[in-house]
């Protein structure tokens, strides 16, 4: 047995490693505590679920276009970027976990809603760090289940400096998200090659297809909403024409055939104001997210036309509680 | 089982520490119990195939020096036939049979031997665990390098247990090849994979961009696989063959194919060109063209029977024949050598026509190639490509993909210069700088890995 050369390697290579699992350890146990959207929403729900009358889920979208403070009860906005519905089921989950006062749920659906799940917009994850630090991202590993699926992050030079510079930074909507929190209008991002990159980019997301998925979490949203008797509305939030005209006629009747179906068959309220004439160029950011104007605008005209109608306000004293 | 799992890195410190415990004779037996367990584990499917190749092999080259030269020779084609035959059939397209794992790389080396031993270059193997070691050697079984029964058995006679210095040389030949495969190739893959799946759905600077990065990433992949392969036998005191020598750097196309994948072109210079040129030899030039054409043609099809395999030796084959037949004007040569540019501006070209080649080589068919081609003039305006604008999301930043590759080529410069040895290997301060450069490269392989695919582009072939 010559074990001589061996052991001393296995040595030198146990001090040197352990400082590197020291500090990757100590790096991962920090970066668990940080907070996610998954963290965030949590915290909102055990805070605010049980006296929410209105919620309000889905993408980005929904986040930009839908102000809570200006419904008529007691709303919180619960969209993401990149929100899928299986996330959105998630958070139903958790919402009607205890008593509540929920009367009405907005399921905001888009164009791609129905092929894609969480982590099908790969590309988003960027975001986190580089609004966080105001850094380019090489590596889109970063949060890879960020959306809330798992509570494990992956270690990256920007989340190592994200975690020692916690604290000091605020943290980016995208991880807080605290409500409703309008896009800046960029000039420009309304254009048609703009609209139609914007369209590819979804179109490059539904690709992954995920139908099955998407549409049975739909339904179990459906299902759960009718079991705490809240009325829930399937709602598609403006767009600009020139986002629109970017997607076939066939594909945009697809979608629309089978918003109709869910709506006929689960006996669901449909807002469908993806082309509602009302809303001009001032009122988009870009092409198809609404600018903080029309954002305002879109949720009166949505308290107005289809929640007042569905509710009947209880709430908390001032009758609405928004962010 | 993946090669680069911790499955496998578990197996290589068992097999290590099993040799040291059992004593230098248990290393055949200790190898060939971690190698089937590497195979039953990988490709239970190809366990049967590999095993009865092992067995023929083993046995007619016992025969092949004791029988008559005419029986020899039948059964030496008989076997080659039989062997080769074999990798053809699993080679062919369009039928469900999965190729059993590394079948390119352990036939190879089974005709090698079958040849050697005939044509008394090295003895018949004496054992078969040994010899059924040598094939199945799991560190190399997967992707090579494809190494010889003679080196392989010269090594086992006079084997010694690695020193501390060979061991931790292994161990860095490995994390630079880890480096390589994870965070060079596996970035660059995050550009070239969707541009290359699918061409048709991006625009000339894309094509272009990731028709130069494919033969980075294929090097970055395959040489890293190689790196490990190679560290994991020294970890055992087995020297594997280099398959690399930085062949980017190459002059000529001539001079690339001495650099790359050193090991298949070694074998098909000792086995193919060299008994087909000398049987050619009296047709001169063209014999000589033509023991190179067929060399190359089999360098393209031994990575399968594919059309765009062929494109990629039939091209290959081209370069070398006109290399080989040029005779540059000596005014031009004068002319050039003054310019003082040529080794640069040939290393240039080469590697644009290695790129030109290696696009065929990618391609899933020659229309997805052509689509390719056409990005590179409609990148000047030249209308020959109706460019979409829309550049859909790529997993990688353009800083994010040139970085890990600057930092491989610098290191590999410095290796192949001496630098490494002279400034990190020899002094104190020395001894610093090469723990402070190990953890940079563990750093950047935590931070800068992409570790979704283990999979190696040549462990298919």
Sequence with gaps: ?323 | MSFLSIESAVLLLATVIATRVLGRRALPGAVLLASSMFYVASAPGGVAWLALSILLAFAVGARLTTASQRISIWLLSLTILVILGALVFVKLPGHDFTAPLGISYFTFRLVAYLLDVYWGRCEPARSLTEFAAFVSFFPQVTSGPIDRWGHFLGQLDRYEYPSYEQMSSALRLILFGLFKKLVVANRLGGLVDPVLDSPGDFSAPFLVAAAYAFPIQLYADFSGLTDIARGASRLLGIEAPRNFDRPFLASSVQEFWTRWHMSLTFWLRDYLFKPLSATLRRQGRIGLAVAIGVNMLAIGLWHGLQWTFLAFGVINAIYMVAGAMRRRPRALQVAVARLGLRRWGNILLTFNLMTFAFVFFRAADLSAALEVLRGFPALFHLGLHSSQTVAPALGVTPRGVVAPVAVMAFVEFGVARGYWDRWFMRTRVGAVARWVAYYAVVLAIVFGGIFDNTKFIYARF
Aim: charged share 20%; net charge neutral; aromatic share 8%.
């Design chain 1, 1 to 323: 047995m010559k074990l001589g050369p061996l052991l001393k390697l296995v040595l030198r290579l146990t001090v040197f490693s352990a400082p590197l699992i020291l500090g990757i350890g100590f790096l991962e146990r920090g970066l668990r505590s940080m907070p996610t959207p998954s963290t965030e929403k949590h915290k909102i729900l055990v805070e605010r679920g049980p006296s929410a009358e209105i919620v309000i889920f889905g993408s980005s979208h929904a986040d930009a276009g839908l102000d809570p403070a200006k419904f008529p009860c007691s709303a919180i906005n619960l969209a993401n970027d990149g929100q899928t519905l299986d996330i959105d089921l998630a958070l139903m989950r958790e919402l009607v976990r205890g008593p509540g006062r929920l009367q009405v749920l907005i399921v905001p659906v888009s164009l791609f809603s129905f092929h894609v799940s969480s982590g099908d917009f790969a590309r988003l994850p960027e975001k986190v760090p580089r609004k966080l630090l105001g850094l380019d991202v090489p590596n889109v590993d970063w949060l890879s289940h960020w959306l809330g699926q798992s509570r494990v992050v992956k270690a990256t030079p920007h989340t190592a400096i994200g975690f020692a510079l916690r604290g000091f930074v605020p943290l980016p909507h995208e991880v807080t998200n605290l409500g409703w929190t309008p896009d800046p209008v960029k000039p420009g991002r309304t254009s048609i090659r703009e609209a139609s990159t914007k369209a590819e980019f979804h179109r490059m997301a539904m690709a992954n297809d995920h139908q099955k998925e998407a549409t049975l979490a739909l339904l179990a949203i459906l299902e759960i909403a009718k079991g705490v008797h809240a009325a829930p509305v399937l709602l598609v939030t403006p767009f600009h024409r020139n986002y629109l005209a970017a997607w076939a006629p066939s594909e945009l009747a697809e979608f629309r055939a089978r918003l109709s179906a869910i709506a006929y068959d689960y006996r669901v309220v449909v807002a469908d104001y993806s082309q509602d004439p009302r809303f001009s160029d001032p009122d988009f950011a870009d092409a198809d997210h609404l600018s903080p104007g029309g954002a305002q605008r879109f949720s009166r005209i949505l308290a107005s036309e289809v929640i007042g109608p569905l509710v009947r306000c209880e709430g908390v004293a001032g009758g609405k509680w928004a962010p």
